[in-house]
């Protein structure tokens, strides 16, 4: 009996034994699972995010509403750590029993051996059996990632030259399995003076802003699989310098919830970070989570926050997540918090998420509100929703808010807006405001531009 009917033979032999030991223990393979873009707030989306196109988009700081991954770490890792040898006969056939087999079991076995033999040797060769997968797929996210942890940069500048979305996982699993280097590769990087990266600047007329952004979600990835605290510090050390978007700390954060046991304790974590902007982001976006799933729960922990500085995003978060569900329970609450910043915060954040729900009603109550810097915040959060649909009656609004520095941001907001929508009859309404001229200019003047200026 020849080496392949053998392999045959033992292929077939596991698949039945997987199936009686039960069809669900094992991960079965998910085609095409997109790779989860995290909504809202803080705005990233999968697709051509940050000036990256062509596949190069940030996934969202790489986790869904719920936490959780579409690259499986924890099963990266296991199969990394299980280490067999494969010769290039032993790869074809397991590549043909993942590219062929109609068995999810025996396909996701497959792979799994192909991980577990993946050197920085013979990694091309195992490329070239998943790469008919959609680069969103798990399958190539995890490949990618156990290729990074074990051939480290190689794997990442191999990424420069392909259309697939690659270099973010492969950073994180370089990341995650030697932190130290992948954080020294991306502090020392000078990406325009780097011909390695002329196909994406050069070529594909990428932004270093937004490549770099990229990358660096890759990196933060995997030191948040590895340490949190560190990820943390790594974040904010890089904010700090400029390299670094604080919507990083996102990342670090969806990973310390998807490993905690729920929201409190996650929150634990976060209120032993050093003060600072990091800590207070750390907490919203715990906020967010939190509110989503049991918002009645979450606005009893944010009570705590109320008056500390820096913390005013848990009431933004909760107040909007409430409120989209139930606006007269987020109001209640809202209501019962001591007066001040918090307070002030959480009603926007009510009023620009039932304005979402239900404009007009949302309207009718701030028609009853007597004048107060509780109406004034409760119309700026209505205002700057309600600008989507209807914006000039969202400057209406905007106009009668009383405190002049809120009155103007909420009017910008609500002119970038309008621009946004088309702008007609933008101009003629500016040219009888009484904003000042560089106001007028910030609001017709696209952001990306203004940053480059």
Known sequence: MNKSTIVHLGWGLVAVLAFLAGYFILPSGRDDAGVAARRGNSGPGSGAQDGISNGKADSAAGESATGSKSIEKDEVAR?????????????????????????????????????QGLTADNALLIREQIEHKDH????????????????????VIFGVDTEEDDMKPALAGWAGAS??????????????????????????????????????????DGLADADPRQAAMFVERMVAEGQADPGHMHIVTGEVLRAAENPLEASSWAEGLPEGRMRNEALGRIADHFAEREPAEAAQWAQGFAGQPGTERIFWEVGANWAGRDPQAALEWVNDLPEGQSQQIGIRGSLNSWARR?????????????????????????????????????????????????????????????????????????SGSNLPAEIQENILTPRDRRRRD
Do not use: C
């Open 136 to 155: 969103r797929s798990a399958e190539f996210q995890e490949f990618h990632y156990a290729w990074g942890a074990v051939a480290g940069v190689d794997a």
């Open 79 to 115: 199969m990394l750590a299980e280490k067999i040898t494969l010769s290039e006969a032993d790869i074809g056939e397991l590549g043909q029993t993942f590219r062929k087999s109609s068995d999810p079991v025996a396909k996701r076995l497959a792979f799994s051996k192909l991980i």
């Open 358 to 430: 239900d404009p007009t009603a949302a309207g009718e109550y701030l028609q009853e509100m007597a004048p107060s810097p509780m109406r004034d915040a409760a119309v700026a959060g209505y205002s700057t929703r309600v600008a989507w649909e209807d914006p000039a009656a969202a400057m209406s609004w905007a106009e009668s808010i009383a405190e002049p520095e809120r009155r103007q941001e909420a009017m910008v907001e609500v002119g970038r807006a309008w621009r946004h929508r088309g702008g007609q009859g933008l101009q003629e309404w500016l």
């Open 179 to 220: 932190p130290q280097e992948a954080m020294a590769w991306i502090e020392g990087l000078n990406m325009e003076n780097d011909a390695r990266f002329d196909p994406l600047l050069k070529e594909r007329k990428l932004e270093v802003t937004g490549l770099r952004h990229h990358l660096m979600s890759g990196i933060v």
